[in-house]
Every structure is written in structure tokens, then in C-alpha cells.
């Protein structure tokens, strides 16, 4: 950062669902800053009301994104320098999902949706059976561990223009669980899967933007598993397997 | 107003690209088939229409239709290729390649129209 | 709301129509050397089998392209029920479809 600047002018958005407006304070810069430090400072000096949402603090738990700038980062692990324009930071809750309070979203549709397009692991082995030796070098685990590290934080869904226009569509973070899924040999629900997620609001709503990976955080392409689901499934229906 | 910034993104341009090309060359088409439907009845109906395609704004008219059309065709191939062959991590490079090849067509179209 | 089948639909006219775009983009680009007129463009195409099931295949494949296209700005700009969207999908598909078919007839029978 610019070492002249000393105070950050910082607007934060304060409201609820039913509206609210950007109100602005005056943050001291300091040389190593995230933006969850500059929301955390005005919480703990100047607005002891204001509501927003973290956990770990070091980009682990996903808990913590909001719009910075206009744009859906991760706070913990955002830097101001990173993102400040002149001396100025503007902090709003998450795009594409309902506001609770101030900057905390209600990220009920967003899990619902993960849920809905069966990201949920459904084992095919108990307790009793041995550990299935999976190779690392296995090409369709080699697939999986490329999307696997992802966080639940919603940047990519709320960078999502297909989101914002489709209410409907299950977006880039559950696609993406779901091809994980797909690609996990010990997991036993494929087929079914297969099916949720070719359905109305499924893979093949997505515009192919990549948006989502642009954004992502830890770096991952939901934009190429979605096309990889949309591969799946196309094979599976000309193969005829579609209800098996 | 302000466009978004996520908006301002190559690949999300070129999304946008593909978007209102296709709308565009969708709209056009029911003129397109109802013009070339004239020649059902009377070839005269058609010459006296095409007539109209001597004017030089016309002339532009139909290159910009067929760099929409190109832009179309190009960006589709790309996206073809993104959704069913491995994945490139070139893609920005790709759709700034379909639409200079797409200019490149429709200098093409204009220079052998006039 | 573009499901697995709409979806094929979609991607395999656009496959079918990438190589015939191109025959029409050289067309057009051959054809207008000398200004367009009817008996031209009617000299070559009339009677011809195979302009006649380019053309036709040409529009059996832009109908299905632009209607499921249309469908989704329309799902993603307005809120319509899943039935009327199919309603609109379908009328937009026959309509080109009659369109194009007299186009066909008009410039290959
Ligand atoms: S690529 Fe697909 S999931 Fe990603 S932003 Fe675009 S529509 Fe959304
Ligand atoms: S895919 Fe990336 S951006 Fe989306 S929820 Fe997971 S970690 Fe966050
Ligand atoms: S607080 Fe856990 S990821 Fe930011």
C-alpha cells in the first residue's frame, strides 16, 4: 500500500432485507491488513452493531466472503493493498443471496442447492469392509483432487450472472461438489446424480463464463467440471444408461 | 450506471458477445426466409426487394449481419470445444481469436459486396 | 431451465451447422461479387438437390438452434412457468421452421 495513506474511507453496508445504505468511517491503514481486519476494527471501535461473518481467519472455513469493491472476496485472506482504489474500500454483503443483517447473507439456498445436486457423499462400503485402496494416479481421482479443496465460501456463486438469472440454477460450487462426487469410485449414488444434476436447473444452464473460476479463491474451475458433468451425462444418454 | 466488474471480464464479454449476436441473427430470421419466400410467387417481388441491397448503408447492413453471424459461428466453436474436448486454459486467447477471424470475415464480405 | 435434452438438441444443431454456416458465409461472399438479383441466386438453387437439402437441412437445424437459444434469454429475463416456456420454445421452433421451409420451396422447387 501507498505508505501516504493513513486512514482508510471505508463504506460498509448496513441494513437488512428489507434495504439498506452504505455508511461510511475512517479506518487507520496499517502496513499488513486484510479487509475481515478493517471490518473487525469497525465493529470493535466504531459500530459495535455491525453484523458480518468469519471463523478461522485464515481461509479454511469459507465463512467470511463479502463484496469488496464490487467484487466477492474471501476477507480473511484479501489484502487491502490488494484491492483499495485510491483510499477508498467498499464492503457489501454477498451478491446473488438474501441479506440477514448488515453483511451476513443467508446462505440457505446456496446449501440447499449443494444438497440438491447430490453433493453429499454416499458410501457404498461400511466399517466392517476394508479401506479401499485408491490410487492416486487413477485418472478420474486425478479429476477429483483438481476440484476437490473447495471451501463452501459462495464467491463463485455470487460471480455467477447465471445465478442472478436463474433462481433456479444449482451454480458453480454445487456443480462442482458434484463432479468431484462423480469422479469418487467409492462413492455408489453416479447414476442418481447424474440425474439431478442434468434436470431443469442442472450443468447444462451454465453459460460457460467462468466467472466462478476467475473468482474462486483457492483457485479452482467449476467451469471446466461443469463441462465435464455435461460430457457425463451426454455419454450416459446416448449409451442408454440414462435410468439406470 | 456502472457495469459490474465481473462483467467487465474477456470470457464474460465474449458470453455477452455470443448472447446478442444469436439474438439478433434470431430476429433477423424471420425477415431473412420471408424475403427469400417472395420468390415463391413472383421473382420480381424478390428482384424488387433486392434492389435495396445496391445502397451502400444495405451493403453495411449485411456486413454487420455477417459478422454477427461470424461472431456466432466462431464463438459457438469455441465453446463447443470447451464443453467437450479437454480442457485449455487458453480460452481468453481463443475468444479474442474467433473475434478477430470474425472481423476478418466480414472486411472480407464488405470488400467483394462493394 | 435447459435440461439434458435440450441440451443435445442445442449442441448437436450447432454441430450440424458449423460447416454449413461456413458454405454460407462463401456463398454470400461469392454471390454479392456482382450485386444480388433474384434470377442469380434462382439460376443456381432452383431444382438443385443439393442446395435443396442444404437449405433444408440448414433450417431444420437454426429452428431448433434459435428456439432453445431464445429459450433460455427469455427463462433468464422473464419469470415464466415451465410451460409456458416450453409453449414459446415450441412456437418459436415451428414458426421458423414454416418460415424456412417456404424459403426452401420458394428459392429450390
Ligand atoms: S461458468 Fe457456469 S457456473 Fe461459472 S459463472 Fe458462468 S454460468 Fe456460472
Ligand atoms: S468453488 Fe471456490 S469460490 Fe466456489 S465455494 Fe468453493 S472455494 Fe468458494
Ligand atoms: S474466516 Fe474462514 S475463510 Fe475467511
Redesign the pocket.
Known sequence: MDQAVEALDVKVWRGNAKGGSYRSYEVPAQRSQTV?DVVTWIQQNAEPTLTYR????????????MMVNGEPR????THVKKVLEGRHLEIAPLRNLPVIKDLATDMTAFFDKWTGAEGVFHPTASRADAIAPISPEDPARVLANEAIEC?N?AVCYSACDTVTANPDYLGPAALNRAWTLQNDERDGAHSRRLRTISGGGGCFNCHSHQSCMTYCPNELNPTASIAGLKRLSAMSFFKGGRDR | MMVAKHRRDTLRIASLIHRVSGLALALFLPLHFYVLGLALNDAAGLDAFLKWTDYPLVKFAETVLVLLLSLHLFGGLRLLALEFLPWSPRQKAYAASAVALSFFVSVGFFLSAV | MIGLRLYLAQRISAMLMAPLVLGHIATMIYAVQNGLSAAEILERTQGSFWWGAFYGLFVVAVSIHAAIGLRAIVCETFSLTARWLDLFTWAVGILLLLLGARAVAAVVL
Open positions: 475481515l468469519f471463523a478461522c481467519r485464515v481461509g479454511m472455513c469459507g465463512s467470511c466472503a474471501w476477507t480473511c485472506r471451501i465460501c
